[in-house]
T-cell receptor, first 110, second 118 residues
Framework: AQRVTQPEKLLSVFKGAPVELKCNYS??????LFWYVQYSRQRLQLLLR??SRESIKGFTADLNKGETSFHLKKPFAQEEDSAMYYC????????????FGTGTQLKVEL | GAVVSQHPSWVICKSGTSVKIECRSL??????MFWYRQFPKQSLMLMAT?????????EQGVEKDKFLINHASLTLSTLTVTSAHPEDSSFYIC??????????????FGPGTRLTVL
């Protein structure tokens, strides 16, 4: 069975500092990895997916199959980045069921 | 586009009663919807996959007779919690899959329904 691990429950950084939210996964095949974000009092929404290789809101994430990681990075944190971030894994694409990590609360302080 | 709604947004019921939660895709058709459960300060756990016109597929450990899922149309899936007990109190979230027809399929999430069983 697949598993997603986010080791940090809370990550606090200062505005302008680099951010890295860690995500590791276990799955024997070739999964698709996602980052979802949930801003305060809002619904869960897709931030980015590894196959699109995009940078969204300054965030990037690279799939490292050797280390089975999909860490989320941003060079300069902004106050509006404060939110709950979930790493998720799917087998067979974004339309298939997702296995979520436990989430990391990012707090950007002024 | 791609909005998913849930109704009700919150509900309080007595132990032993049944509660129905609706999940609607407002501006697209969804042959597949998912139901998740989220405990306080915890992650989303997939309960079941709802497929239009067929029986739902439940994850291991989820009682199908307790959590009845009906996906009667391409825009509506319902989750009925039967004979609810306090341990069923939770935040229930649905998602609907929008088929992209050549690009990436994507799940869009509803705002969630807070169920409290007294």
């Amino acid at each position: 069975a697949q598993r997603v691990t986010q080791p940090e429950k809370l990550l606090s950084v200062f505005k302008g500092a680099p951010v890295e939210l860690k995500c590791n996964y276990s799955y024997s095949g070739s999964p698709e990895l996602f980052w979802y974000v949930q801003y305060s009092r809002q619904r869960l929404q897709l931030l980015l997916r590894h196959i699109s290789r995009e940078s969204i809101k300054g965030f990037t994430a690279d799939l490292n199959k050797g280390e089975t990681s999909f860490h989320l990075k941003k060079p300069f944190a902004q106050e509006e980045d404060s939110a709950m971030y979930y790493c998720a894994l799917s087998v067979g694409g974004g339309g298939n069921k997702l296995t979520f990590g436990t989430g990391t609360q990012l707090k950007v302080e002024l | 586009g791609a909005v998913v709604s849930q109704h009700p947004s919150w509900v309080i019921c007595k132990s032993g009663t049944s509660v129905k939660i609706e999940c609607r895709s407002l501006d697209f058709q969804a042959t597949t919807m998912f139901w998740y459960r989220q405990f306080p300060k915890q992650s989303l756990m997939l309960m079941a996959t709802s497929n239009e016109g067929s029986k739902a597929t439940y994850e291991q450990g989820v009682e199908k007779d307790k959590f009845l899922i009906n996906h009667a149309s391409l825009t509506l899936s319902t989750l009925t919690v039967t004979s609810a007990h306090p341990e069923d109190s939770s935040f229930y979230i649905c998602s609907a899959v929008r088929l992209a027809g050549g690009t990436y399929n994507e799940q869009f999430f509803g705002p969630g329904t807070r169920l409290t069983v007294l």
